[in-house]
């Protein structure tokens, strides 16, 4: 009987540990991806926003061809290399300050665009894909 009990306890662990493991990732196996993020519409421009520390968040941005655009960079203690900030189609290239927000005006862009940003050795990036 004391068996009986402590088996079904275990044989419940494990099938409980199985669900856990199988809910913590997807059928590739690999973690989730990020959500892409989505650009606003405000007084008639397109505003962008992206935090630099550490690397860009959001590092992937779906916006609107066709209209004026703004990248909003904003920086909050920021010391690493995400600071310098390079976007080569724009020909932009930019030391930020440590903590601040800076506007990059775009023009409008035409659909199937997309305009990369990196740090100054390319090692963190973003990028925003216009349709
Ligand atoms: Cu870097």
């Known amino acids: 009987m004391k068996l009986t009990i402590v088996s079904i306890i275990i044989s419940a662990g494990v099938v409980f540990s199985a ?5 913590n990732r997807d059928s590739s ?5 990020e959500p892409v993020a989505v650009s606003q519409v405000i007084d ?5 926003e992206i935090k630099a520390k550490g690397g860009y968040t959001p590092r ?3 916006a609107k061809a066709d209209i004026l655009t703004v990248i909003r960079i904003k920086t909050q203690g ?12 724009l020909n932009y ?8 927000v800076t506007e990059i005006e775009v023009p409008s862009q035409k ?3 997309v305009i990369n940003g990196t740090c100054a050795m390319g090692m963190y990036g973003f990028s925003i894909k216009f349709n």
Do not use: W
Request: with cysteine.
């Open 29 to 33: 196996g690999l973690p989730d991806k």
């Open 19 to 23: 669900i856990l493991f199988a809910n």
């Open 93 to 100: 290239r930019k030391n930020l300050a440590p903590s601040g």
């Open 44 to 48: 008639g421009k397109q505003v962008i």
């Open 78 to 89: 920021t010391f690493d290399c995400s600071s310098a900030l390079v976007i080569p189609s």
């Open 60 to 62: 992937e941005i779906l």
């Open 111 to 113: 659909i199937g665009t």
